[in-house]
């Protein structure tokens, strides 16, 4: 049986990059989805091909337009998913990017910038407080590249 089969999943991140190969992946393993980011229309395009890949009707497949970094954002977007769906069965934490090039050739302003946008502990802060309050286990993974 499939792990992720009628899971649900919320995906930082997930419109395009690694957030958004895995929004695919668990689309076609059945799992039910919610994907954020802070580009709408990326996420309508991203809904928009998890869609052409359901596997059952009844999978749900949604997204929210979300900044990771902004705390009260992500509080009023996770409380407005539990409200419309469920608490997640698994949380991927994804949303960031990179900044090209070799790492002594950075400024350090792009370190601060990539960190500060990923927005790590705002997500799992409040995901793990919403958890323990309902007496809840989830699964919280974090993807840092």
């Known amino acids: 049986?499939?792990?992720?089969?009628?899971?649900?999943?919320?995906?930082?991140?997930?419109?395009?990059?690694?957030g958004k190969a895995l929004a695919i992946d668990l689309t076609k393993a059945?799992?039910?989805?919610?994907?954020?980011?802070?580009?709408?229309?990326?996420?309508?395009?991203?809904?928009?091909e998890m869609e052409a890949l359901r596997v059952s009707e009844k999978q749900r497949l949604n997204y929210a337009s979300c900044d990771?970094?902004?705390f009260e954002t992500v509080k009023k977007t996770f409380d407005q998913?539990?409200?419309?769906?469920?608490?997640?069965?698994i949380l991927m934490n994804v949303a960031g990017y990179a900044q090209p090039g070799y790492i002594h050739e950075q400024e350090i302003h792009h370190f601060d910038d990539m960190m500060n946008l990923i927005g790590?502990?705002?997500?799992?802060?409040?995901?793990a407080f919403s958890l323990r309050k309902r007496l809840l286990l989830s699964l919280v993974l974090f993807i840092n590249v």
């Open 68 to 70: 990771v970094t902004q």
């Open 1 to 18: 049986m499939n792990f992720y089969k009628d899971k649900y999943v919320i995906i930082t991140g997930g419109s395009e990059g690694i």
């Open 120 to 127: 790590w502990p705002h997500f799992p802060a409040h995901v």
């Open 81 to 89: 998913l539990i409200f419309d769906h469920k608490v997640p069965d």
């Open 30 to 48: 059945g799992a039910d989805v919610s994907i954020l980011s802070r580009s709408v229309l990326k996420l309508e395009q991203t809904r928009s």
